[in-house]
């Protein structure tokens, strides 16, 4: 292992709002079972300006949790990395809550201090400082807006080298939750029917999702033109335009045979999930993904989701274990079942502040941030 810290150039949010300012900080040297990575590319999430516009973690941090890079030093303790190994930074986990044990790591008991307490839970340390200060870091165990980022063993997924780093950040998250949500949360099977809504980049990672394992008619409900189009292109049967579609249920049932087996809401607005809810055959599922109004209920008719034995299901990360789901995503993509990097659009680091415009425009699916 290396004993030595590095020099780093990282994006800091130092007040709420921004803007990402680029600053030199110090990478402290892995612990036992930690790694420290060169970052290659890193993708931008949407909970990333979340949290830099308020969701409560330490300032002055680093964000950042797409990371894909290349291990450059590992702790005495790893076992499954070494040097030179290409890796997917994904989120963090306990490894010994209940969760943990049933290989359930989306839904560790200890999930928000091990990836919004911006420092190591154990000790409140955080591998990142400058001039002798510490820096918030550990975001989603990674905080990879920086040329080097400190992460776990556990949450470092060790990749194929055939396949560009600059393309695999965003299997950490965003993807993987879209994909997870329709393949492992819902659990679509080959055959059945998906209505997606919301055409962002976790709307349309469901999309290929369920493609890569043959499912049956997919709908997305998306208003902005370019990405329905999109949509078309990456294997919806259907796009709906909401904004040109009066009655968009009506359309869905008609274009499902009377509804569809399985529906996702990307989107987090009560009024779209009380459509949704009303899709379902009987027996289906709703996943829920979006982020909803702090206060909101959930919507929809109870007398109605119990005469069709209904469920719904909300979501974090997919109900995916990085470990194996981020391999499984690949082999998808290296098959021709999971055009991934049709959603990416790539950055130079230092313009990352263009990179979250574009996000919020909804000029970019998913930015790509390439050191």
């Known amino acids: 292992m290396s004993t030595a810290a590095l020099s780093a150039k990282a994006a800091l949010v130092r007040k709420v709002g921004g803007p990402f300012t680029l600053e030199d900080v110090d990478v402290a040297p892995p612990r036992d079972h930690e790694v420290r990575v060169k970052m290659v590319a890193t993708g931008m999430c949407h909970t990333d300006l979340v949290a830099r516009d308020g969701f409560p973690v330490p300032l002055p941090i680093v964000l950042g949790h797409e990371g894909a890079g290349v291990v450059e030093s590992v702790g005495s303790g790893v076992t499954t990395l070494k040097a030179g190994d290409h890796v997917v930074l994904s989120f963090n986990s306990c490894a010994h809550c209940p969760s943990c044990d049933d290989q359930q790591p989306a839904y560790c008991f200890n999930f928000i201090p091990n990836n919004f307490s911006g420092v190591r839970p154990a000790d409140g340390s955080s591998a990142l400082s400058q001039d002798g200060a510490q ?3 550990n975001f989603f165990g990674q905080s990879s807006f920086g040329s080097y980022a400190v992460a776990h ?3 470092a997924v060790k990749v ?12 950490g998250c965003g993807i993987q939750t879209g994909a997870g949500a329709a393949v492992n949360s819902v659990g679509i099977k080959k055959g059945q029917s998906l209505a997606i809504f919301g055409g962002g980049a976790v709307g349309l990672s469901a999309l290929m999702g369920a493609r890569a394992v043959d499912a049956g008619a997919v709908i ?19 796009v709906i335009n909401p904004k040109e579609t009066e009655d968009v249920l009506g359309r869905i049932k008609e274009l499902g045979g009377g509804g569809v087996t399985h529906a996702l809401d990307t989107t987090g607005i009560p009024a779209v999930i009380a459509v949704a809810v009303e899709t379902l055959l009987p027996n289906g599922t709703l996943g829920l993904i979006g982020v909803p109004p702090p206060d909101a209920m959930m919507p929809g008719n109870l007398m109605s989701m119990l005469l069709r034995g209904v469920g719904v299901k909300c ?16 082999g998808w993509y290296k098959e021709g079942k999971f055009p991934f990097d049709k959603l990416i659009k790539k950055f130079p680091f230092d313009q990352i502040n263009e990179a979250a415009e574009a996000s919020e425009k909804g000029d970019a699916i998913k930015p790509v941030l390439v050191f």
């Open 160 to 171: 194929d080298p055939q396949v560009p780093l600059e393309l695999l950040g965003p299997l």
């Open 135 to 137: 820096i918030g870091g």
């Open 315 to 330: 979501i974090t990360e997919g109900d995916a274990d990085p470990q194996t789901f981020i391999p499984r995503m690949i």
């Open 153 to 155: 063993e556990r949450n």
């Open 220 to 238: 997305v409900i998306e208003p902005n033109a370019s990405r329905g189009k999109l949509a078309l292109e990456l294997g919806a049967t259907h």
